[in-house]
């Protein structure tokens, strides 16, 4: 494949793109796109007319995004809401993709924000959001990965850490309901998983499923957010849990513990309890203990303190709590639990009213505002 051809098109392709009504970013992304495909497709059948077939596709992948920003989110291959258990099928060309954005050439912190771009579907805000940082940044980080990629080889596929760390948020995305795409994250973790006996895969895989089980249960009839604690758990998918346990033991057996096993022991204990009262939260905080020592991830820390303050008393909760930056996304809603569980109810009001206003999505932040309106109205009383 020439190399140097592609890099010379981009500019002239991207002209195109623009003079067609495209704004600039967006005909960078659907180039960006377009040269991926090319990657994979020329080797075997190199196109007569380069310019135009990069111009065709690429505009067919600017046209896609425009008709619906979510629905181009999806792969090929359309999957069910609920996965099939077992393995997964024959590979698509998807997860190929991931491995090549995935570049060697990249940090491991840039390779994942271009494949969750370039492949993935989410947006910049959504990436910028799992990874904590601003918008800007995130947008600056991505355009510099774009910049890396064009002027090295695509014939190095990246790490399976680097698309595992993809897949995970991506699945996160999905399940948070703001996009649908956690059945099409762990259709490819199946595939990944059927590809190798990595520990951390069958971890990831098993967290997924384990996550998946209760996503009936996650909303109420009129979309409300119920929380763990409170959900229906006869509407759990007892088939995937038990999938999910048996894929996270074999993993486990391995004895090469990762984050991501550890995470899913986590679902794996919720999912093991048959009323809240019953959740063994002392296991729970010895896991997340083992996740803050593999990761030292500030998130990790944070659902540790609430864990914490199930099994120690809210008050050992709030120490906890205490010790991370009160800007840490969820902390202010983490506060206002415990605090309504250590029995100062206006504090917790003003708490909730508080992480509503931050709340990262609709559902969430409807819940956070009820929650706030409940206290408020039992002070009233």
């Not at 196109?47 to 425009?66: C, I, S």
């Amino acid at each position: 494949m020439n190399e140097p051809l592609l890099r010379e098109l981009v500019p002239a392709v991207i002209g195109v793109l623009v003079r067609r009504g495209a704004d600039f970013a967006a005909a960078e992304d659907a180039v960006q796109e377009a040269l991926v495909e090319a990657v994979r497709v020329w080797p075997d059948d190199m196109p007569q007319d380069p310019k135009g077939w990069l111009v065709t596709v690429a505009w067919r992948k600017f046209l896609d995004a425009a008709r619906a920003d979510t629905s181009r989110r999806h792969r090929e291959v359309r999957v069910e809401t609920e996965p099939l258990p077992g393995p997964g099928e024959a590979a698509d060309d998807t997860l190929q993709l991931y491995f090549l954005c995935a570049h060697p050439s990249l940090t491991p912190a840039s390779a994942v924000a271009l494949t969750l771009r370039a492949v993935g579907g989410l947006t910049t805000r959504q990436i910028a959001q799992a990874y904590l940082v601003p918008e800007a940044t995130m947008a600056q980080r991505i355009s510099r990965a774009k910049r890396t990629v064009s002027d090295v080889r695509f014939n190095q596929r990246g790490d399976v850490a680097t698309v595992l760390r993809v897949l995970y948020l991506v699945f996160n995305e999905g399940y948070s309901g703001d996009v649908d795409l956690a059945a099409e994250a762990i259709r490819l973790t199946r595939q990944l998983a059927a590809k190798t006996h990595h520990e951390e895969v069958a971890g990831l895989l098993a967290l997924m499923l384990l996550h998946h089980a209760r996503r009936a249960a996650r909303t109420g009839p009129d979309g409300r957010l119920v929380p763990l604690a409170e959900q229906d758990r006869s509407l759990w998918d007892t088939r995937l849990i038990a999938e999910g346990v048996d894929v996270l033991q074999a993993a486990l057996m391995r004895d090469r513990l990762g984050e991501f096993q550890a995470q899913a022991a986590v679902a794996a204990l919720h999912a093991d309890a048959q009323t809240a009262a019953e959740t063994d939260w002392v296991q729970i905080v010895e896991w997340y203990d083992e996740l803050v020592r593999l990761t030292d991830n500030p998130v990790a820390r944070l659902n540790r303190a609430v864990a914490v303050g199930e099994a120690d008393g809210p008050r050992a909760g709030l120490a906890a709590l205490a010790e991370l930056a009160p800007s840490l996304p969820r902390y202010t809603a983490a506060a206002a639990y415990l605090r309504e569980r250590d029995g100062d109810p206006a504090t917790a009001a003003r708490l909730y009213a508080q992480a509503a206003r931050a709340a990262p999505n609709l559902p969430e932040r409807d819940h956070l505002t009820r929650q706030a309106a409940r206290l408020n109205a039992q002070l009233r009383t």
